[in-house]
């Protein structure tokens, strides 16, 4: 998690790091399968997949440019992420940026299994996952935190 504000953390406003943390524990085949589906919707792009937390959590693309910008004007403070974003291998891993008022946390694992067996034996569309992983994530993370 980075931080862009000068208040220090408390465990208040860090709770919905936690709530993120176990979403993706509970979700890695979904939403390994999710990012592998985007990927072949995409197909090459300097897009990241994002998830915004403000108000209802949604997934969004953010282009590496905006994150580039945004590295600026931290001072470098993510300047990790962009080497990550770079390195960024969709077979084998899953990068996501979750962004919350004035603060990110990276996503990033490899799941057990490659994102494209996830997403061939979840058998869903994007569409559809999407919306399940959209509706969990309203359910387990509690946007009122992020603030």
Request: net charge negative; with cysteine.
């Amino acid at each position: 998690m980075t931080i862009f504000n000068d208040n220090p953390p408390n465990d208040s406003k860090n709770n919905w790091q936690h709530q993120l943390n176990k979403f993706v524990r509970t979700n890695q085949k979904e939403l390994a399968a999710l990012a592998w589906g985007l990927h072949l919707e995409k197909g090459e792009t300097d897009e990241t997949i994002g998830i915004d937390l403000k108000e209802t959590p949604k997934f969004v693309y953010c282009s590496k440019a905006a994150i580039e910008r945004l590295n600026r004007n931290v001072d470098g403070k993510i300047q990790e992420i962009l080497g990550l974003i770079d390195g960024y291998k969709p077979e084998l891993e899953v990068l996501m940026i979750a962004i919350g008022d004035g603060q990110i946390k990276l996503v990033y694992f490899q799941p057990e299994i490659s994102p494209p067996d996830c997403f061939e034996q979840l058998g869903q569309d994007v569409d559809t996952l999407l919306k399940l992983l959209e509706t969990e994530m309203s359910e387990c993370i509690n946007t009122n935190l992020i603030k």
